[in-house]
């Protein structure tokens, strides 16, 4: 059965930095991503790396995220940096087998259940 369990959302102050973690269980995944969902809004591409480190980004974070991947783990990690409240959301850990870099939800599925993050002013 394949799983996907983030951790590390929270609270923190504008500027602040926060990592997350998605521990995926039941199988390997080439591409592992991270989405976030604000209220009221679509859900939206945030990260997603591959197999071999190959990494892309949302314009919006570019610059201030990292993602990253410990194959031997079977975890990937967002490190962020420099939060804005605009980065309040849930953020969402995704996983797909395609090898291809996809930035839209629907390519992925395999999903955890989300961490909250806010970022306060």
């Known amino acids: 059965q394949v799983q996907l369990v983030e951790s590390g959302g929270g609270l923190v102050q504008a500027g602040g930095s926060l990592t997350l973690s998605c521990a995926a269980s039941?199988?390997?995944?080439?591409?592992l991503g991270w989405f976030r969902q604000a209220p009221g809004k679509e859900r939206e591409f945030v990260a997603v790396?591959?197999?071999?480190?190959?990494?892309r980004y949302a314009d919006s974070v570019k610059g201030r995220f990292t993602i990253s991947r410990d194959n031997g783990k079977n975890t990937v990690y967002l490190q962020m940096n420099s939060l804005k409240p605009d980065d309040t959301a849930v953020y969402y850990c995704?996983?797909?087998?395609?090898?291809?870099?996809?930035?839209?939800?629907?390519?992925?599925?395999?999903w955890g259940q989300g961490t909250q993050v806010t970022v306060s002013s």
């Open positions: 995704a996983a797909q087998n395609t090898g291809i870099f996809m930035t839209h939800a629907a390519a992925f599925g395999s």
């Open positions: 039941g199988r390997t995944f080439s591409m």
């Open positions: 790396i591959s197999w071999s480190g190959g990494t």
